[in-house]
């Protein structure tokens, strides 16, 4: 997975990276990827070279490895904080000379995840809640989905967690209002998993009857 990245975005994943990996090339690429992936990487093939890979421990590779080929898959595997891989190759052409050894670094960002919970009881025709959280993980920023009964509601560049919800005004009917997510997705592009709900009761408004005498 390939995700144009801003300068800030690099230094910020530059501060955080677990791994001490050191590149000996200035103009080393910059890939980015989801933990737990499978990821197809390829150079411009020589006729009569072949091609020797080396992986960081991040990652496994599922093909291409073995018969030093011009192309690799690798498996990704699957961690809780963002981390720092590369992909190393070097050619060897069909006289048996060597080139340079030419880098990739790749930046692996944990899947997110989100669960909304909470819960409120409101007067109908009352200003909203503001019990609703949201608790996420991974990497910020953050944008969700989800759906307050009704609509599906965007909120992008969510930058920590827990993350309150700001709730609109809720009527009765109905008693029940659920709160649910429907999807998060990180910076980088990884599509990640949600889950619990959220009930907000609404009470309608009393209607005394008058007084009789019998």
Known sequence: MKVQRTLKHVVVACII?????????????VDTVCAGSSEFYKILKTEGSTYHWVISSGGTAIYGVDIKSDSIIIDWENNSVLTEEYVKVVETNKYGRSG???????????VPTAVISG???LFDGNTGSNKIQ?????????????NDGKTDIDI??????PFTIETRS???PPELHKFTLVSIINESGCVGE???VAE?????????????HK
Request: charged share 10%.
């Open 134 to 146: 949201i608790t996420l993980t991974g990497t910020a920023p953050w944008d969700i989905v989800y």
């Open 194 to 196: 949600v889950s619990g």
């Open 17 to 29: 990276i677990t791994s001490t990996t050191v590149f000996s090339q200035s103009n080393t690429p």
């Open 119 to 121: 819960s409120d009881t």
């Open 100 to 110: 340079d050894t030419m880098y990739l670094q790749v930046i692996k960002y944990p």
């Open 156 to 161: 992008n560049d969510i930058e920590s967690s």
């Open 200 to 212: 907000i009761i609404v009470s309608p408004p009393i209607k005394t009857s008058k007084i009789f």
């Open 170 to 172: 809720l009527s009765n």
